[in-house]
């Protein structure tokens, strides 16, 4: 896979919005890293692939419930509705009823978890 799709499509989405430079692009790399997804392919404007889709719904569900940004803020950055967002956290949440799916997500809040004090006193954290 080349690279230079995914450093202009992270550029282009970093000019839109400083939150990509912060919490929320740091929650899209470490959900691209694992799993195996360009974060041009997460802050992609169409569905794509189920995989790009599950990746997305992932980083979503962080940004909200752990970095405990507004859905507003959350579907700007990515170009989706606030219902399409809530739509990703619910799918996330039924997910966790999976023990390994809720093992890897555990780990995943506890890497940007402390990333949420910084965004605590500036948003209301939706927990």
Do not use: N, W
């Not at 230079?4 to 919490?23: H, Y």
Request: hydrophobic share 45%.
């Amino acid at each position: 896979m080349s690279l230079l799709p995914c450093v202009a499509s992270l550029a282009a989405a970093r000019s839109r919005d400083p939150l990509v430079d912060g919490s929320i692009g740091l929650a899209v790399e470490l959900v691209a890293y694992v799993e195996a997804q360009c974060p041009a392919v997460i802050f992609g404007p169409t569905r794509q692939s189920r995989s790009a889709a599950d990746a997305r719904h992932l980083a979503i569900y962080l940004a909200h419930m752990t970095l405990g940004h507004d859905v507003s803020v959350i579907g700007r950055i990515f170009r989706r509705d606030r219902a399409t967002i809530r739509h990703a956290v619910r799918r996330i949440a039924k997910r966790r009823e999976d023990s390994a799916f809720d093992a890897k997500l555990v780990a995943l809040e506890s890497i940007l978890a402390p990333l949420s004090h910084a965004t605590a006193g500036a948003k209301h954290h939706a927990r």
